[in-house]
C-alpha cells in the first residue's frame, strides 16, 4: 500500500522540541524527495524543509536554526527535529514525497505550541 504516515505531533510549550516522523511505504523511497509542509488555520499550505535523496536540504526562513530535516533510507522514514518551538509554529504538518512518478501526501500531525 502506497502510504506516508506522520507520527510524533502533539502540545508543547514554548521554547520545547519535538520530533515528527514520516514512515513511507510502497513506494521507492531513496528516489524521493522528502518534506514537510505546514498549514496553520486560515493560512495555505507552506513548505517548512525539504530533503533530497543525496541529502541536499532547504529551510524556510522561518525555520532556520531551530528545525531540522533528515531521513534514514535504511527505514523509509523522514524526520523533522523541531527545537526552540514558538506558538506560531502551531499548525497541521504534512509529509510529501516528490519523485517523477507521483507526489504523495501524509494525512498530517497537529503540533499546537503554547505560551
Known amino acids: 500500500q502506497v502510504q506516508l504516515v506522520e507520527s510524533g505531533g502533539g502540545l508543547v510549550q514554548a521554547g520545547g522540541s519535538l520530533r515528527l516522523s514520516c514512515a513511507a511505504s510502497?513506494?521507492?523511497?531513496?528516489?524521493?524527495?522528502m518534506g514537510w509542509y505546514r498549514q496553520a488555520p486560515g493560512k495555505q499550505r507552506e513548505l517548512v524543509a525539504r530533503i533530497t535523496s543525496g541529502g541536499y536540504t532547504v529551510y524556510a526562513d522561518s525555520v532556520k536554526g531551530r528545525f531540522t530535516i533528515s531521513r534514514d533510507n535504511a527505514k523509509n522514514t523522514v524526520y523533522l527535529q523541531m527545537n526552540s518551538l514558538k506558538p506560531e509554529d502551531t499548525a497541521v504538518y504534512y509529509c510529501?514525497?516528490?519523485?517523477?512518478?507521483?507526489?504523495?501526501w501524509g494525512q498530517g500531525t497537529l503540533v499546537t505550541v503554547s505560551l
Open positions: 510529501n514525497a516528490v519523485s517523477v512518478l507521483r507526489q504523495l
Open positions: 510502497g513506494i521507492t523511497f531513496n528516489s524521493n524527495t
